[in-house]
Structures are given as C-alpha cells and as structure tokens.
C-alpha cells in the first residue's frame, strides 16, 4: 500500500485557508500559507479513506489467532470492556475520600481476596503496573526482608530459562544473578542448585509453568532446599492461566509472587497500553506490601498506608484500578468453576497442537506440555530457520509465535493457542505449519523469502536495527 505522501496528489486539499478579511495586516509568511512541501494535497475522503485502509491492516486477537507463547495473547470478552468503561469508575476521582468511593475500594478488596484464594497467598497489592513492576516490589520486598533481619545477602538465583524482567529486576535492586541451568527434561537442575545455595543466597525466582509450558516437577524440593537456607522462593506468575483453580502458588512453597492481569485476567495488551502486575505475599512478607493496601473493616473499605515495614509506593494512588475492574469482571463471571475450565482448557489446546505437530517438527523436550510448548528448527532441510517458519506462516494469515524465546533453546519456535480457541481454529493454525513443513521440502525457496502477501515482504532484520529509516523524505 502506497504510503499518504505517493497518493496521486494534485490541487486538493482537505482544508482550504479561507481568504482572509482584516483590513490592515503584514502579509502572512508563505511558508504558513503554503503545505505544499510537507504535507500531500489531497483532500479529506482521501485522508480518511487512507487511514481507514491503514487500520484494516492491523492484525489482532479480534480478527485472528495470535499463538504467541509466552504472552498469553488471548481473546478477552468485550464484556469486561464495557464494564471497565461505566461512568462511574472513569469518572471517579483518585482523590476522592474513601467513604464516597467504597463501591471501588469493595471491588479493589474483593479482587485481592480472589487472587489470594486462587494462588493461596495471604495478601495482595495491586499497585504494581505490569509484571516486571510486580518482580521489582517483590525484589524490593525481599530485599527489606533480609535487611530487618540484619542479613546481608547477596544473591538471587534464577534459572537459565527466566524471562529478562527477572534479572533486570534482580539487578536494579543492587543483588547479584546467579544462573541456575535447566537439565535436558527442561526441568531446574536440583543437583546445581544444591551446589549454588548457601547463606548468600537471597531468593530465587521460578516461573512455573516454566517458558518452556512445563510444569517444574520438583518444585517441593527446590522450595525445601531453599527453606533450609532461609532463603525465600519468588512465583513469576506470568503463566498462572496454566494452573488457576487447579494448584494454589502458596501450596508450591513459594513465599511471594507476581500476576499479569493483562496475560491471565482479561485485559488485552500488545500494543504497549496499560497492564497489572499485582504482588501477592504469604503471612510474615504482609507488613512490606507497597503502600497501599485497601482492607476491610466490617462493612467499611479503607486504603492502608500505615504498614511500618512498608517498601513504600511504587505507583501513584492504587495503580491502573481500570485493569483491575477488567479482572474483577472477568473472574466474577467464570466463577471457581469457570477459572478452573479456563486452565484446562488452555492445557488441553496446547497439547491437542502438539499432538498434531509430533513428528513434524523437533521437539526438545518431549513430554506432556502445560499452556504452551517449543518446537524448534532442528532438523528442517535446506538450511531453514525458525525465523523462515515465522515469515512464512504470516502468509497463511497467522501471526508468528514467539521466536528464539527461550534463549536456552537454539532456534526455539514457543506456541500458545490459549484456552479461547476452538478446534477449529487449531487444525486451521497445525494444517498451516504442517503444509509449511511440506514446502520446506519441496519448496524451499518460497519458505527462504516469505513472507508474499504482507505490506511489507521480507525485511532485512539486521538492516532495519542498524539503520532504522524513521522519517519520511520525498
Ligand atoms: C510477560 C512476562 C513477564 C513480564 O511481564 P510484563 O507484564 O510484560 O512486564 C515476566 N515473566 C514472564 C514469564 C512473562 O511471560
């Protein structure tokens, strides 16, 4: 599609300067006058035209399947939409006293008790604004946890398969990162570990699910080795749609742990809007919770900011309480029963396109997947890559999965279908990999140079980092 400034453009325009009528004036500089230059002439049904066009272009969860591991980018009903969007909640005031706005406070408090019924933590905060806000307070918690206790220690231990956030969180607290490697099951190797634990140890960090979609089968023990240390056990809780009614956090060991209310809870993200990252805690990290806090008091909502050990405030007023208003809807409305579906059938999405790749595609790990799953390009003929399988497979009107995420896995492809999708939509998503995979051997070259059908064909990537063409020239 041709960009607005190569339309035909003649002598139009979307608004013409109206003579002007004062009687004694200096003549108007041309340059004020005249756009010619820098804007195209072309009138206003063009301009909307064009941008109408421009927007059909848009690839989303609302027009097609978005298997993107990792991201949990599924489809959020429009329900929880509209109520996010009532008067009452967009026009109230975060200033507004807590005795007029106890129907927000009832809703904030109502949706950390969820949360803490599902993942068994005792407490929640929702101020933090997305996951890795979430990691930091949780580092920061950990962090004044040990130094009331008049503990220095140094270390937090993550596994070589964490998502970036974590170290970045680790390290903007001022500890240091300690790689935990991942034995070839895709599991946490307890025997490093063993070896990597000692008094210096802080906490480690673990997604479970891990970003390979597998579930860390020994979770106990690596919370009971860390236990023994006094070291505490931080949940990235990215993945949580995997297990939410089915295993609470807290039962895991794990002591302190985040959410993404824009991945598990009903607010769609991906183009970078506003998000959720709660932090949740067990009993003895209550008094660090970030400030504040709302609690209850009979039939009375209060914000708390009296919490001596408090790591303080993260994020103006309670954070992004619109998100939250999404989630709350969201779980009201699937109820135990409902949350509980979802993960199964996120689970149960995930394997059936397992199953239907098995023996096309490398698995490096091969066993029964939770929410997501990796294949990989290990074996694909003629030199192609997973990066040739995620331009081609936007010719099928499919968005790529995750590529080369996670690190630890050379040329790794992560897919996750999500609970929102039908079979349908799976067999149309696995018949499309599984042509490609047929195309890699017949017929390499249309794989090599995909994608065909896109505005934009195959773009050299290292090009378009190094020299970015950002401005438009004529
Ligand atoms: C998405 C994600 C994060 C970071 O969450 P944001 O909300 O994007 O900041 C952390 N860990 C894992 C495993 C994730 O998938």
């Given at each position: 599609m041709p960009t607005i400034f190569d339309l035909p453009s003649s002598d139009r325009a979307a608004f013409?300067?109206?003579?002007?009528?004062?009687?004694?004036?200096?003549?108007?500089?041309?340059?004020?006058?005249?756009?010619?230059?820098?804007?195209?002439?072309?009138?206003?049904?063009?301009?909307?035209?064009?941008?109408?066009?421009?927007?059909?272009?848009?690839?989303?969860?609302?027009?097609?399947?978005?298997?993107?591991?990792s991201c949990t980018m599924k489809y959020n009903p429009k329900l929880n939409e509209r109520i996010a969007s009532f008067g009452g909640f967009t026009q109230l005031h975060p200033l507004t006293r807590a005795d007029h706005a106890q129907g927000a406070l009832e809703i904030l408090w109502e949706l950390s008790s969820m949360l803490s019924e599902i993942t068994g933590m005792k407490e929640f905060s929702l101020a933090p604004a997305a996951g890795a806000h979430g990691e930091l307070a949780g580092v920061m918690i950990i962090k004044k946890f040990f130094e009331e206790k008049g503990e220095k220690r140094r270390i937090i231990l993550i596994p070589d398969s964490a998502h970036g956030t974590n170290p970045a969180s680790v390290a903007m607290c001022g500890f240091e990162v300690r790689q935990v490697p991942s034995t070839r099951e895709g599991d946490v190797d307890i025997r490093t570990l063993e070896r990597l634990i000692n008094d210096n140890v802080a906490a480690m960090m673990l997604t479970n699910p891990n970003t390979l979609g597998l579930f860390e089968q020994k979770v106990i023990e690596i919370a009971s080795l860390l236990h023994s240390k006094g070291a505490l056990f931080y949940a990235d809780g990215a993945n949580l749609n995997a297990l939410m009614g089915k295993v609470k956090v807290r039962d895991m060991g794990f002591d302190l742990m985040h959410l993404n209310l824009h991945k598990t809870f009903s607010t769609p993200h991906g183009g970078g809007g506003p998000g959720a990252g709660p932090i949740g805690v067990s009993e003895e990290l209550t008094k660090y919770l970030p400030v504040p806090v709302v609690i209850r008091d009979g039939d009375k909502f209060f914000l708390d900011y009296e919490r001596k050990s408090s790591i303080g405030r993260i994020h103006s007023f309670y954070g992004n309480f619109l998100i939250c208003v999404r989630a709350y809807a969201y779980l009201k409305r699937l109820g135990a029963s409902g949350i509980k579906t979802t993960a199964e059938t996120a689970v149960l999405n995930a394997n059936y396109l397992r199953a239907r790749l098995k023996g096309a595609f490398y698995f490096p790990v091969d066993r029964p997947c939770m929410h997501e799953f990796v294949i990989t390009d290990k074996g694909l003929p003629h030199g192609i890559t997973t990066n040739d399988i995620a331009k081609r497979i936007l010719d099928y009107n499919f968005h790529a999965p995750t590529v080369y995420f996670p690190i630890h896995v050379s040329g790794a492809i992560m897919i996750e279908p999500t609970e929102t999708e039908s079979k349908q939509s799976l067999d149309a998503f696995a018949d499309a990999l599984l042509s490609i995979r047929k195309e890699c051997e017949e017929n390499p070259e249309l794989v090599r140079n995909a994608p065909f059908t896109t505005p934009v064909k195959r773009v050299d990537a290292v090009q378009a980092a190094r020299k970015p063409v950002l401005t438009w020239r004529k």
């Open positions: 013409p300067v109206p003579e002007y009528n004062v009687a004694d004036h200096e003549p108007l500089p041309d340059e004020l006058l005249s756009f010619d230059d820098v804007l195209p002439n072309i009138s206003e049904r063009e301009v909307v035209r064009h941008y109408t066009a421009l927007s059909q272009k848009n690839y989303s969860v609302d027009t097609h399947m978005y298997p993107l591991g």
